[in-house]
């Protein structure tokens, strides 16, 4: 776990990011964390650890102890008091973000395969209008799997709004446009959102990066202080 964070580049230098392309077998879970993967078959079980290991990593380059990691109703990770996290796995790929709280109000990342989604998928988690643009993106720019990118983005945006409102987010319920030029993205609420420093959200931004056979997305909300 020494290769350099695929995903630092598109995170601004507050955030810490711990990131792998190997599992790490010898890793050692909490005990508590042990119980909650203890009937997981062994792809379960690496990505779990391998995630959580990138998280106490990253704890340690913020100067936090090393803590468990669990498991909130929803299956999210629950952070440590003080930090704001946000933990992403696929095939090949295991990396975790993290963040003190007054620099950062929430935060998500996700990793794909820069591939395209399977039959039926990309009608399941997309509006008319993002698969209308998606059609432009892919004549335009061939080579990225756009459709894969967009479900990468609304990962992202779910991650990042979990934890503000401790609700579900449909994928109808927000409109994501992806800058193919920019490596950014936004993410356009079709719902009522949380209150955010004292302002309604009505949206996300975000970047996006393919790299390695992968693309990475990732939302960071900064506090309104900075």
């Not at 879970?29 to 792809?43: H, N, P, Q, T």
């Not at 929803?74 to 095939?91: D, F, M, N, R, Y």
């Not at 963040?99 to 109000?105: E, H, L, M, S, T």
Request: hydrophobic residues 45%; charged residues 25%.
């Amino acid at each position: 776990m020494n290769e350099p964070a695929a995903i630092r580049s598109i995170l601004p230098p507050e955030v810490v990011a711990v990131d792998t392309f190997h599992d790490a077998h010898d890793g050692m879970l909490f005990a508590a964390e042990e119980k909650a993967v203890s009937r997981s078959v062994d792809k379960r079980r690496n990505e779990f650890t391998t995630a959580r290991i990138c998280a106490r990593r990253a704890m340690k380059l913020l100067g936090v102890p090393e803590q468990p990691i669990l498991r909130g109703d929803q299956g999210e990770p629950k952070w440590p008091a003080g930090l704001v996290g946000s933990i992403t796995h696929c095939a090949g790929y295991r990396g975790a973000v993290l963040a003190p709280r007054g620099d950062i109000v929430t935060l998500g990342i996700d990793a794909e395969p820069d591939d395209a989604l399977t039959n039926g998928v990309l009608e399941a988690i997309s509006l008319p209008e993002e698969r209308l643009a998606l059609q432009k993106l892919t004549r335009k720019h061939p080579g990225v799997a756009w459709d894969r990118l967009l479900f990468s983005a609304k990962e992202a945006v779910y991650k990042a709004w979990f934890p503000l409102t401790k609700r579900w987010l449909d994928f109808e319920d927000a409109m994501v446009t992806i800058d193919p030029d920019n490596g950014r993205f936004t993410a356009a609420l079709k719902v009522k959102g949380p209150y955010v420093s004292g302002a309604q959200l009505t949206g996300f931004s975000g970047r996006w990066i393919a790299t390695n056979g992968l693309l990475l997305a990732a939302i960071v909300v900064p506090a309104q202080s900075r």
